[in-house]
């Protein structure tokens, strides 16, 4: 009977030192954004700080990654499908509501946000180059970067506070996720905004929003991937594509991941995805859950409930 209380117990001993690598490491690599800018060399080592983290706590354990996390069954590949799809749900409403009323400004861009000229000899052939990269090439390098963080927040995170049957996991895991950036947004290192506390919290409905788009696919698939591929796709598609044909004063209140028309058409869709497919595949979300000697009879036995709860 003491078998379930023992492994939530190590179940939480092993998120404490997550927290700890996670929380260290980073403030090391957003103090030295925060002081010295945003720039390639400071930025990727931060984005892995979270598998890091994921993989010495694990390590720590004596846990590992369930079998099926980095697996690409076709379901998965539904999955992440899907994923590369949800940035234009939300962006293509979002943006054309800005331009269309007037608050945001459409501008053509000439050179990619990486710094190379966007092929074609006229706006409309750049723009089609520049749609066509952000949604086939664009994802794929941007999965790179995004599988240092889905690794630690989806891949670790979520499933190890399920099997601790903590209440709320997809929100707990979404609001660390959001908080994480928080010293990037109030510093104006990352999306500088005229209202930095204001972006923060749109910031942060933004990414729960579409946190839990990832932690649906991520838990009724039993794999990340789904997961790699929403956040690359939405760096990509939404961040490196419509930001960069956006300007003006307030664009920044408006639209982007801190933008009042971005997070509320995150909040739309989440809760519309959550009425019409709801989390409650326990198959699949025990597939996604840590193996552990300790934890895989009662960690598993709590998934259904946790996932309800989330």
Known sequence: MAR????????????????????????????????????????????????????????????????????????ALRGVLLGLLYPLLVAVPAYGIAWLAGVVRFVPAATYPLGFPIPGDTTTTRLLAHAAISITIAPLVMGILAIGEEIGWRGYLLPRLIAARVPRPVLVTNLVWSLWHAPLLLSQRYLPSPYPVLSLGLFCVSLCGMGWVAA????????????????????????????VYTQGELAPLWVGEGGILVASCVAVSALVWRRCAPVSDAGSARDALPVHDDTHTGGHHGSAAANQRA
Not at 14 to 36: Q, Y
Not at 47 to 75: D, E
Not at 223 to 242: D, G, K, Y
């Open 4 to 75: 379930p209380s023992s492994a939530r117990q190590g179940q939480y001993g092993d998120l404490l030192v997550f927290a700890a690598i996670l929380g260290v490491l980073s403030a090391v690599f957003e103090l030295n954004i925060a002081r010295n800018g945003l720039t390639p060399e400071r930025y990727v080592p931060l984005v892995y700080v979270p598998a890091l983290a994921a993989v010495v706590a694990q390590g720590a354990s004596g846990a590992r990654f369930a079998a099926g996390s980095f697996g690409l069954t076709g379901r």
């Open 216 to 243: 649906y696919l991520r838990l009724t698939t039993g794999s990340i991937w789904p997961a790699v591929a929403l956040h690359a796709a939405w760096n990509a598609i939404l961040v490196l594509f419509f930001n």
